[in-house]
């Protein structure tokens, strides 16, 4: 009907977690930087340097900064 407000519904995206020891290193003397790809839905890569002690926790302070993504180390 004219005049009515439209209803509009979506997904939004699960908030990331932020955080020492979540999304960046708990002890930064350890780390050193790894470069990733990072992929969110339909989005366009992109490539991230992040801090971690190990390529293995840079996907993870990854994953947890944009969850659902797909991260991988570059080569």
């Known amino acids: 009907m004219k005049g009515e407000p439209i209803t509009f ?3 939004e995206h ?4 932020f955080g ?5 290193p708990a002890e ?3 780390a ?3 470069v990733l790809h ?3 839905g339909k989005a366009r890569a992109m490539k991230v340097t992040l801090m971690a002690e190990s390529d293995k ?3 993870r302070y990854a994953e947890a900064r944009w969850p659902g ?6 080569a």
């Open 57 to 59: 926790l840079a996907v």
């Open 32 to 34: 050193k930087p790894f």
């Open 28 to 30: 930064p003397k350890r």
């Open 69 to 74: 993504a797909q991260v991988e180390v570059a």
């Open 9 to 11: 519904q979506w997904h």
């Open 14 to 17: 699960p908030v990331g977690s």
């Open 20 to 24: 020492p020891g979540v999304s960046r």
């Open 38 to 40: 990072v992929k969110h």
